[in-house]
């Protein structure tokens, strides 16, 4: 069996990658296993991520129900060997379809945190970018924004606070800026979005590339796009995707990827309406030691 008998955009099969191998007796018989890695986040990605991350992934595409919930019973004996603090969790990424996984998952304490969503590369039909919102899209090419993007960004992941779809530091500011700095000085495709001479949205991509989660082929990263509170509604957050979109098809990309929070009803619904569909989702249990 395959992750694609489940959605065709799906591939076969995932590499689960190098760590500790656990298994587990499937009720009625069998066995399943899993590859499970410690990864702890510093820096940037602690902005989105616990500190300390214990990820499972099955090995087998056909896991099934009854396998996953044998696997997070096994993880959940494993845990008791841990004593990894509040700023912890245990995860599983898993295809957003599988129902039967899923109530395996929540059963478990696990609940959603994070999507995985692909777009095809089509053309945007009909639709002049920033042409009707009264804005001016343009690429970014230096750092001389980077302070009006970090406080853009800023009020974005303070609300994805807010909402449990990211994690309160305190140095969040320097961290946005480091990212921001590091993307434009790579040259990481950018645009910005201006009203009067005024920034209101921010989209931050990543180059075409192959992806081990995704079919064959190049996907481009919509990494962030961000808007500000007063220019939301106008259709500048449509303008600034339709940009990307249409440059990355350019390019000869497959199509585009966003990862966005379940949890952010402002962002799953803008998403979806931008012809993004859900393949992916990872699952969290907070603190690791939270898995029943």
């Known amino acids: 069996m395959s992750f694609a008998r489940l959605d065709p955009l799906l591939p076969d099969a995932v590499d689960p990658g190098e760590g500790e191998r656990l298994t587990a007796t499937v009720a009625g018989g069998g066995e399943v296993s899993a590859v499970l890695y410690r990864a702890r986040h510093d820096g940037w990605s602690a902005l989105w991520h616990p500190r300390l991350v214990w990820e499972l992934a099955p090995v087998s595409p056909d896991t099934g129900a009854d396998g996953m919930s044998a696997l997070l019973t096994a993880l959940r004996r494993r845990m008791r060997r ?40 089509t053309r945007e039909s009909g639709e002049v970018p920033g042409g009707r919102v009264g804005v001016e899209i343009r690429s970014v090419a230096d750092d001389a924004l980077v302070d009006d993007l970090r406080e853009l960004w800023l009020a974005e992941w303070r609300y994805a606070v807010s909402v449990g779809a990211a994690v309160p530091r305190d140095d969040a500011p320097e961290l946005l800026e480091g990212a921001l700095r590091r993307a434009v000085s ?64 350019a390019r000869g990309a497959h199509g585009t990827y966003v990862f966005y929070s379940p949890h952010n009803a402002l962002s799953s619904v803008f998403w979806h309406r931008r012809g993004y569909h859900p393949l992916w989702t990872t699952w969290e249990a907070r603190p690791a030691t939270a898995v029943r």
């Open 186 to 249: 790579v040259g990481e495709p950018m645009w910005v979005a201006e009203a009067d001479g005024v920034v209101v949205g921010l989209a931050l991509c990543r180059h075409p590339a192959p992806h081990p989660r995704l079919p064959s082929g190049s996907w481009a990263q919509v990494h962030t796009v961000s808007v500000a509170p007063e220019a939301r509604g106008r259709g500048v957050g449509r303008a600034l995707t339709a940009v990307a979109h249409e440059r990355f098809r």
């Open 82 to 121: 841990e004593n990894p603090g509040p700023d912890s969790a245990c995860s599983v990424t898993w295809p957003s379809r599988d129902l039967a996984a899923a109530e395996a998952l929540v059963w478990h304490g696990f609940a959603p945190r994070a999507v995985l969503a692909v777009r095809k590369a």
